[in-house]
């Protein structure tokens, strides 16, 4: 176990000056919610209804955002879900994971302004540039036509009047823009994006809003974020940062500590290795350093105290959770705050129970904000083609 030093490190160059933070959480869209991790059941499966009844869950209990992950296993669409979800809800953002590629960018720009719309404005996009489903192709080639997508998503969301654009992967001319014109303004939807190799940081430091980080000790994330704001001041820009964790928090830390055993109690191995390969992201840079870190740890696998990475024994993508009772939950966030975070992206085993918890005895606590209505992408009465700007 590595210990962090008595105070954490110091943040870096960010966004957000305020010390409040977005508290996500998420919805399973992707087969993953298990009361035993690596023991799929029944009635979590990510149908519509079990999904859609985490995101309802959430919104009652105070969460400002939802991550809706990607992947090619049985489950839901990501943007078709949050279409519908959108007239459900009342007051949560909802994240939208998005691969790169897998749809032509106008209409992709037009259908995330008719989601925006539909959710008047409660809307986020996590930019995913990991292997489209059944090909695989160099990073080069697939953070370029990330970069060259993103680029045409804000000229459109952006412009008026007529957009030609002649780009490596996409050619075309549309006679004006209206039609992917979205409900939020100044920019249109906030972009996160994770990863942890020089193609993915370059994308984001030029591009994108919020970088998102897996779980490491606190000098690794100080030493990536120091990086990172370096990169995107070097393109005259600052960003925002997100962790995404889980989370066991129990009413003392014995209880919860138990919590976490009982996760892993039934985990096969083997079996858990067999889940982590069939994620399209199960050879990226970030789940590998993941699961570095990990083989040099003790038989607790705890990262730093109350950081446990066993939830990564049978999960790609994020593999650590905080573990303890409210107090060491609420004081760990408040580091990170302090290093520099602006956004958490939370979750646990299974999703809708540990989502009650930490609402109950962790969230009230906790200086939460929307990231999209501080940065003015939100607001009120906007004119759009399909609010009350003149029709054509």
Known sequence: MFQPAAQPPAAPAI??????AEVAWFSALCNED????????GPRRSSFAHCAGLVRAAD??????ILLPSGWVPGQDALTFAAALAPQTAQIN???ALRMGEVWPPMLARAIATVDHLSAGRLGLNIISSDLPGRQEPNEVRYERSSEIIRILQRLWT??????WEGKYYQFRLPDCEAAKPYQQNGGPLLYFGGISPLAQELCARHCDVFLMWPETEEQLAATMRRMSELAAGHGRQIDFGLRIHVIVRETEAAA?????????RLDLAQGQAMKARSLDAKSAGVLRQDELRARLGPDLLLEPHVWSGIGLARSGCGSALVG???????????????GFRAFILSGYPHREEAELFARHVLPRLPTCRLNELQGRRVPEPVTPLTTAQRR
Do not use: C, H, W
């Open 60 to 65: 009652t209990l105070g969460y400002q955002n």
């Open 34 to 41: 298990m009361e035993f991790l690596g023991v799929p059941d």
């Open 159 to 164: 412009t008026d009047g007529p957009l030609e």
């Open 94 to 96: 909802q994240l939208v």
């Open 257 to 265: 500590r138990a919590a976490a055993d009982r996760l892993i109690s």
């Open 325 to 339: 009772d409210p107090d060491q939950i609420v004081a760990k966030l408040n580091r990170y705050l302090e290093m």
């Open 15 to 20: 966004r957000t000056a305020e010390r409040r």
